[in-house]
């Protein structure tokens, strides 16, 4: 998926057909994305059918930490993913260059 800017504490998700507007908010130390609205090749879809998020991000002991369910209304559950990412320390703190 990639996510774009959308003005104050919102973003759009796009993957494939698939488009939602995310509002961000910031609780307990992390980043918390709740889905306002949802599309479908440009279809705006109804309430009772817009997936419903437990999403968030945040730091602990340098490392990024990520917790996402996403659950359809009447379906339930459909995905939950977590875990962590530490830096790529190479990308952050390039070699020294050799001295010739």
Same mark, same amino acid.
């Given at each position: ?7 104050? /504490?919102?973003?759009? +998700? ?8 995310l @509002? ?8 918390? /994305? $709740?889905? +306002? ?11 009772? /059918?817009?997936?419903?998020?437990? $999403?968030? +991000?945040?730091?602990?002991?340098? @490392?990024?930490?990520f ?8 379906? &339930? ?5 977590? &875990? ?6 190479? $990308?952050?703190?390039?070699?020294? @260059?050799?001295?010739?």
């Amino acid at each position: 998926s990639t996510l774009h800017p959308d003005g104050d /504490m919102t973003v759009f +998700e796009q993957f494939g057909p698939f488009r939602f507007r995310l @509002k961000l908010s910031c609780q307990d130390g992390g980043l918390e /994305m $709740a889905i +306002e609205d949802g599309r479908v090749f440009g279809l705006r879809l109804p309430r009772w /059918m817009r997936p419903l998020s437990d $999403a968030r +991000e945040f730091v602990r002991d340098g @490392k990024f930490h990520f917790d996402v369910g996403v659950s359809l209304p009447v379906f &339930g559950l459909l995905v939950r993913y977590r &875990g962590w990412l530490v830096p790529d320390r190479e $990308a952050v703190e390039p070699r020294p @260059k050799p001295v010739l």
